[in-house]
C-alpha cells in the first residue's frame, strides 16, 4: 500500500487529474512512454489504459505483469487476478516469484482464501527477501484467520448508506451528530472522476465536508459545508466531532501530484450544521502528516488520537494522542507504542467508553484494512483483537465509529457491492450498523456418521417457517469446512436441512419465540453415506494396468499384506478366462545400482507370480519380467487425485523426484516407482473389472481408457499447445471458431454467441476457469470441473453487456484447463471478440 496517497486511498479518486486524456492513435513506444510517465506521477489509471492499448497492439507477454500490478493497485481485484493467472498459469518455474506476493493478496481480497493460502505459501518459500518473507507470512496468517473464523454476526446488522450519501466516488470519515439527526462525511461527491489540473480550486473537484439529515427514509439531502470548513483548494476530510457535537476535527490535507505534500488538523466550533472559521490546531501539527483527528480521554484527560508518520514512530502511520491543556492548545503528542502501532500502518482512531478501535493493514488481516479494537485499563492497552467477521470482510474496512449508546454506528469499506467509479472495488461507501440488545445465531457442524470424523462439501438450508409453510431460504455451501453460521430473528421458527452428495440428507428444527437474553443455538448432524454404485476399468490386450495396491517397501522384493488385494482380483481374472495369459512387469524406484535394480524388479515379480501359482494357477500362463528403474511411472489421473504435489502427466524420474519440496513427497514418489503392472498377452481382448478401490470417475489412467488419435490435429496459434509436437496424453480443445465480430453495437445493449468446441485429443479435459472482463458472462459454472471425453463436444456460452463501454474494444476470453501439457504447463486456450460502438 502506497503511503504516500491521498488520505488512505484516493489513487482512484484523482487519477485523472495529473494526464491529460490518452490519445488512442499514438504508437506502440509512445504508449510505453505515456504508460511509464503516469506510473512515475502515479497517475495508474491513465498508466493502465496506455499499457492495456500497447497489450492489444503487439500481445507483448512483458506487459502482462505491468497490467496486473496496475489493476493491484487501483484495488479491481477481479481484473488483476485475470492478468496475474495469465502470467503465473504459465510459470512453474517460478520466474516471478516476486509477483505472486500482490497475487496472494488479490485473492485474498475476494475471499479466496484457501487459495491464497497456497500462493503465501509458495511465495515464502521461494523469496530469498526476509521483509517480503515476513509479510507474506502476515498475510498467510490474516488467510488462516479467516479460514477459522466463525461467519457468525452475532446480532450485528450490516447495510450500506442509501445513493444520497454514497456515490461511486469514495466516502469517508462518516460522523454522527450526537442526537442521531445530522450525518457528516466527506466526498468529491461526483458521478465521474474530476480531471484536475495543476492550479484549478474549483471546489467540486476536492474532497468536502457534506452533512446529511436523517429522514423516514434514511439519510438525504446531503449539502457541503461552507468555505470557512471547506477551504477551495485544498481537500477537506476525515471529520471528526467531539461528544458534545461543539466542536469539529478535521484536515485540510495539500496534494503534490497524488502525493500528500501537506496534511494538518483544524478545529471549528458551533454545532447544529453552523460552524465558525477552523483554526490550525496548536500542538499536533508540524513538520509531518498529522491526519484522522478523534477526541478521547485517557488518565482521566481529554486527548485527541490522530495519526502521523512523525520521526520516532514504529513505522508507517502511526496513532498518537496529545493532552488538551485548554485554549484550543494541545501537548507535545504521545506514541501510543508498539503494543497499538506496527512497522506498517495504522489509521482512523476512535475511542469510545474506555476502547480504542482503530483500523490496520499490519496485523492478520481477512482482506486489507481490518477494524481491530484494544481495551485502556487505566494505565496501559490491551493486545488489540480482530472485530471479526460481522464487521471486516475480504475488502478494506475503516472509519470505525461508534453512536453513544454503543449499539449502533458506521464505517466505510469497498466491498464489491458498492457504488463505484472503476472496477468493483475502487471506492470506498458507507455503512452502518445497528447491535442487537437480544440476538440469537445457528452453529451448525456436519460430520461423518461411521467415522464420526468432519465432513467438508456439504450445504445447508435454514428455512423460515410460518404455519407449517416454508418462507424464506438462506443456503450455505462449505467446500473445506464442516462449521456453518447463521444470524437468526427473533421469534422465528426454523427448519435445518442438512444435504451432501454422497450422504442421505437429515433435518432439524428449532424456536427463537420467547427468547430473553441472546442465545447461541448449535447442532451437529452426523450423515449415513449413501450406497457408492460400483465402478469398472477396461483392461485391453498389451495395455498395461498398474496394480496400485501392489506396493513394495524400499530394498524388498516381499508382497505386503496390502498387495493381496489386487493380486485376487488376478487370480479370479486367470480362472475365470482359462485361455488367458499375462506378464507380471515389476519397477524398482531409481536408488541403486542398475542392474541390482533390475534384478530386485525381477525378483519383486517372481514374487507376485509364486503367490498366484500358490494359489493353483499355472506358471506357464504368468510371464514375470523386471523392467529395473527403466520405466518411470507416468502419473495417471486418478494417482494424481490422491497426491496434492502431483499432477496428472508427471513422470517420476529420479530428477523429477528430487525437485519436489520434502522429503516426504520424495519417498512417496519413489513408492510409487515401486509397483507391479500386469497386462493381457493372449486370450480375450478386453476385459472389463470392478474397481477394488474408490476412484474418480473421470479418471483416465494406466492405459485403461486409451484413445487413438487417428488423424493428426491442427493446433490453434491461440492454444498454449500450438508448437509443441508432443501431444500424447493431452487434450485438445478444437473450436469451429474462435474469434466473433459483433459489428456494431449500440451502448448498453447486450449480444449472446456461443463457442463450440471438441476435444480432439486421447485423454480427458476438465475446464478449470473461465476469464474475461466484467461486461463478459458466461456459463462457466456449469463447464467448471467437468470432464469432456475425447470425442466429446461442448459449448461456452457468452454474453456481452455494453453498458459500461465507452469505445470500440476487442475483449478477450481466457479458458484455464485443469490439465498440462507435456513439460507441465496448465494449457491455456485463448478467444476473443471485437465490437463497434455507437454511442
Given amino acids: 500500500m502506497n503511503k ?122 521461494s523469496t530469498t527477501d526476509t521483509e517480503m518473507k515476513a509479510k507474506a507470512q502476515r498475510e498467510l496468517n490474516g488467510a488462516e484467520l479467516a479460514l477459522s473464523m466463525p461467519g457468525n454476526a452475532q446480532g450485528v446488522t450490516v447495510e450500506a448508506l442509501g445513493r444520497d450519501v454514497n456515490q461511486p466516488s469514495s466516502e469517508y470519515s462518516p460522523a454522527m451528530s ?135 514512530g514504529e513505522g508507517g502511520m502511526d496513532i498518537y494522542y496529545a493532552t488538551y491543556e485548554g485554549d484550543g492548545k494541545y501537548a507535545d503528542p504521545v506514541n501510543l507504542g508498539e503494543v497499538i502501532n506496527t512497522p506498517g500502518d495504522e489509521y482512523t482512531p476512535w475511542y469510545h467508553d474506555g476502547t480504542l478501535y482503530f483500523s490496520t493493514d499490519s496485523r492478520a488481516t481477512l482482506g486489507g484494512f481490518d477494524i481491530y479494537y484494544s481495551v485502556w485499563n487505566g494505565s496501559s492497552w490491551s493486545e488489540p483483537v480482530n472485530m471479526g467477521k460481522a464487521y471486516n470482510s475480504p475488502a478494506d474496512e475503516l472509519y470505525f465509529r461508534l453512536s453513544e449508546d454503543g449499539y449502533a454506528g458506521f464505517f466505510t469499506s469497498n466491498r464489491p457491492e458498492g457504488r463505484s467509479l472503476q472496477g468493483k472495488t475502487c471506492c470506498e461507501d458507507v455503512y452502518g450498523f445497528e447491535i442487537a440488545r437480544i440476538y440469537a445465531d445457528l452453529v451448525v457442524g456436519t460430520f461423518d456418521a461411521p467415522e464420526r470424523q468432519p465432513l467438508m462439501g456439504a450445504s445447508l438450508q435454514l428455512i423460515e417457517m410460518t404455519g407449517g409453510a416454508r418462507g424464506t431460504t438462506r443456503n450455505q455451501t462449505q467446500a473445506e469446512g464442516n462449521r456453518f ?19 442421505f440428507p437429515d433435518s432439524t428444527t428449532l424456536n427463537t419465540a420467547g427468547l430473553t437474553e441472546s442465545q447461541t443455538f448449535e447442532h451437529r448432524f452426523f450423515l449415513t453415506p449413501k450406497p457408492r454404485e460400483p465402478e469398472f476399468d477396461t483392461i485391453v490386450t498389451e495395455q498395461p494396468f498398474v496394480l496400485e495396491n501392489i ?81 518411470p511411472q ?50 480375450p481382448t478386453s476385459i472389463i473389472i470392478r474397481r477394488v478401490e474408490e476412484r474418480t470417475e473421470d479418471a483416465n489412467d494406466r492405459g485403461s481408457n486409451i484413445g487413438a488419435q487417428n488423424d493428426p490435429v491442427e493446433i490453434h496459434p491461440m492454444s498454449s499447445l500450438y508448437g509443441q509436437s508432443d501431444l500424447r496424453g493431452v487434450p485438445i480443445m478444437q473450436f469451429e471458431q474462435r474469434t466473433f465480430d459483433l459489428g456494431t453495437v449500440t451502448k448498453g445493449q447486450k449480444r449472446t454467441f456461443e463457442y463450440h468446441f471438441t476435444n480432439r ?79
Fill in 4 to 125: 504516500q496517497l491521498l488520505l488512505v486511498f484516493m489513487s482512484m479518486l484523482l487519477v485523472a487529474s495529473l494526464a491529460a486524456q490518452p490519445l488512442s492513435s499514438s504508437s506502440y513506444e509512445t504508449k510505453l512512454e505515456l504508460g511509464a510517465e503516469a506510473i512515475g506521477n502515479m497517475d495508474y489509471y491513465n498508466a493502465l489504459v496506455q499499457y492495456e492499448e500497447a497489450f492489444e497492439d503487439r500481445q507483448d507477454a512483458d506487459l502482462i505483469p505491468i497490467i496486473a500490478d496496475l489493476h493491484y493497485k487501483l484495488r479491481d481485484y477481479r481484473q488483476a487476478e485475470r492478468w496475474y493467472n495469465r502470467l503465473l498459469r504459465r510459470d512453474p518455474e517460478n520466474q516471478y516469484v516476486d509477483l505472486r506476493y500482490n497475487f496472494g493478496r488479490t485473492l485474498k481480497m475476494q475471499g479466496k482464501y484457501a487459495e491464497a493460502v497456497e500462493e503465501f505459501q509458495t511465495f515464502i518459500a
Fill in 551 to 631: 506396493l513394495y517397501d524400499f530394498d524388498d522384493d516381499r508382497i505386503l499384506e496390502a498387495s493381496e488385494v489386487d493380486l485376487q482380483v488376478v487370480y479370479d481374472l486367470l480362472v475365470e478366462y482359462p485361455d488367458m495369459k499375462i506378464e507380471l512387469g515389476s519397477h524398482t524406484d531409481a536408488r541403486g545400482d542398475d542392474d541390482y535394480n533390475r534384478d530386485l524388479s525381477q525378483r519383486r515379480a517372481e514374487s507376485a507370480r509364486r503367490w498366484l501359482v500358490r494359489k493353483g494357477i499355472d506358471r506357464d500362463r504368468i510371464a514375470s519380467v523386471g523392467y529395473g528403474e527403466t520405466v
Fill in 178 to 312: 450526537p442526537d442521531g439527526s445530522l450525518l457528516y462525511f466527506s466526498s468529491i461527491n461526483k458521478e465521474e472522476i474530476p480531471n484536475r489540473e495543476e492550479g484549478d480550486n474549483d471546489p467540486e473537484k476536492y474532497a468536502r465536508i457534506f452533512v446529511a439529515n436523517k429522514t423516514d427514509r434514511g439519510w438525504q439531502n446531503p449539502e457541503p459545508l461552507g468555505p470557512e470548513i471547506n477551504r477551495p483548494g485544498f481537500d477537506n476530510t476525515n471529520v471528526s466531532l467531539s461528544p458534545d457535537g461543539r466542536r469539529m476535527y478535521f484536515n485540510r490535507i495539500k496534494l503534490q501530484g497524488l502525493a500528500v505534500a501537506e496534511a494538518k488538523i483544524y478545529m471549528s466550533e458551533g454545532g447544529d450544521g453552523d460552524w465558525s472559521s477552523a483554526n490550525e490546531v496548536a500542538g499536533v501539527n508540524g513538520n509531518w502528516r498529522a491526519q484522522h483527528p478523534a477526541v478521547g480521554e485517557l488518565f482521566g484527560n481529554e486527548v485527541l488520537f490522530f495519526t502521523s508518520d512523525m520521526d520516532g
Fill in 634 to 683: 507416468v502419473v495417471s489421473e486418478r494417482v494424481a487425485a490422491k497426491f496434492d504435489f502431483l499432477n496428472a502427466g508427471d513422470v517420476l524420474t529420479e530428477d523429477f523426484i528430487n525437485a519436489l519440496a520434502t522429503e516426504e513427497q520424495q519417498e512417496e514418489a519413489h513408492r510409487l516407482n515401486r509397483r507391479t503392472e500386469f497386462k493381457i498377452t493372449e486370450g
Fill in 761 to 839: 485429443g486421447d485423454t480427458d479435459l476438465v475446464i478449470d476457469l473461465v476469464s474475461a472482463c466484467d461486461c463478459t458472462t458466461t456459463n462457466q459454472d456449469e463447464l467448471r470441473g467437468r470432464s469432456f471425453k475425447p470425442g466429446e463436444s461442448g459449448v461456452l456460452k457468452v454474453t456481452f453487456d455494453s453498458t459500461e463501454k465507452d469505445e470500440s474494444e476487442t475483449i478477450d476470453v481466457d479458458i484455464f484447463l485443469q490439465n498440462n501439457d507435456k513439460q507441465g504447463n496448465p494449457i491455456v486456450e485463448m478467444l476473443n471478440y471485437s465490437f463497434d460502438l455507437k454511442q
Fill in 485 to 503: 453460521d447463521f444470524g437468526l430473528e427473533l421469534d422465528k421458527a426454523y427448519m435445518v436441512i442438512a444435504t451432501h452428495p454422497d450422504y
